[in-house]
């Protein structure tokens, strides 16, 4: 069981930055494949970013290719995304989640078992 808890979100202006963190719990932060996810009002929830256990690869949407950054330190069981160049489209909630694995990257809301409660980001013209 891997609980997740989100942190960092808040309002910014266009253009500016934001570092999400989202600890896990738990002693095998290490297996698992980490994602971020995002969900704006009125729309379905839609992926950001992936990073695998190891933090060898990561992976990225197009609409946030270049801007955001994921990285991991397993040591601190910690998941980040630094958002930079925000703009408004970025507004969403945004969610970490975990899946238990050693080989891939995931993409879809299916394939991850356990989700933080998300944090607000907020990005105004």
């Known amino acids: 069981q891997v609980q997740l808890v989100e942190s960092g979100g808040g309002l910014v202006q266009a253009g500016g930055s934001l570092r999400l963190s989202c600890a896990a719990s738990?002693?095998?932060?290490?297996?698992?494949?980490m994602g971020w996810f995002r969900q704006a009002p009125g729309k379905d929830r839609e992926f950001v970013s992936a990073?695998?256990?190891?933090?060898?690869?990561?992976d990225y949407a197009n609409s946030v290719k270049g801007r955001f950054t994921i990285s991991r330190d397993n040591a601190k069981n910690t998941v980040y995304l630094q958002m930079n160049s925000l703009k408004p489209e970025d507004t969403a909630v945004y969610y970490c989640?975990?899946?238990?694995?050693?080989?891939?990257?995931?993409?879809?809301?299916?394939?991850?078992?356990?989700w933080g409660q998300g944090t607000q980001v907020t990005v105004s013209s």
């Open positions: 989640a975990a899946r238990f694995d050693y080989s891939g990257i995931y993409y879809r809301e299916y394939e991850y078992a356990y």
């Open positions: 738990g002693r095998t932060f290490s297996t698992y494949t």
């Open positions: 990073i695998r256990n190891s933090g060898i690869r990561t």
